[in-house]
């Protein structure tokens, strides 16, 4: 079966420090991989997706990047934080097939970081 | 124009209440639909796949009206259960993949 692991769970970092979270899924392969933000009260923003290796989608303009150096590690980084960086951040993955569409995605469990 | 918009909520609604949920998608390329559950400080997980046809599970119905864009998620006879953010999801063909965008989600409070 698939799972997906997503850490650390919890995270306070000072503002201006780097930020690296790190996703890996297994038990599947060439899945899609997702970054999603979710602010205090707030819905689920697209941050970064990915379809397969070195392949990058940006949907928002910030000062935070994301790499996948393999097929099911996606990692989502910040050389300098900013308060505004605070939030639940949720990997997720879906399957790719080209015939069946319903692909529904799969999250992590989150990482909630607090920016100080 | 955001391309999944859901109700703003919140929803106060009595245990055994009917709710609806509405949302509307811009992309009409769009080509998979969900309803996914949100509980406070957790990640969303799914709750129902939605089917041009329309499908049912228990006291949840989802319909997909493809020519007006929209879905829409029905919840009968609510439970204390229920009490919970319910996201409107919509996947597109994009870059060889599948993009996947979440409506910013209905809140729907269940009292007693």
């Known amino acids: 079966s698939q799972t997906i692991h997503q850490w650390p769970a919890t995270l306070v970092q000072p503002v201006g420090s780097p930020l690296s979270l790190e996703c890996t899924v297994e038990g599947t392969s060439n899945p899609n991989l997702y970054w999603y933000r979710q602010a205090a009260g707030r819905g689920l923003q697209l941050l970064f997706y990915s379809v397969g290796i070195g392949q990058i989608s940006s949907e928002v303009p910030q000062n935070l990047s994301a790499s996948r150096p393999q097929d099911r590690q996606f990692i989502l980084s910040s050389k300098k934080l900013l308060l505004s960086d605070s939030g639940f951040y949720l990997c997720a993955w879906s399957a790719r097939r080209d015939s069946d569409l319903n692909t529904e995605a799969f999250f992590g469990q989150g990482t909630r970081l607090t920016v100080v | ?112």
Request: net charge positive; proline share 4%.
């Open chain 2, 1 to 112: 124009r955001k391309e999944v918009e859901q109700d703003p909520g919140p929803f106060n609604v009595p245990e055994g209440a009917t709710v609806a949920f509405n949302c509307t998608y811009s992309n009409s390329a769009s080509q998979s639909f969900f309803w996914y559950r949100q509980d406070c400080r957790k990640e969303p997980k799914l709750l129902m796949s939605v089917y041009s046809s329309g499908n049912e599970d228990g006291r949840f119905t989802a319909q997909l009206n493809r020519a007006s864009q929209y879905i829409s998620l029905l919840i009968r006879d609510s439970k204390l259960s229920d009490s919970a953010t319910y996201l409107c999801v919509v996947n597109f063909p994009e870059g060889g993949g599948f993009k996947t965008i979440f409506g910013a989600g209905t809140r729907l409070f269940v009292k007693a």
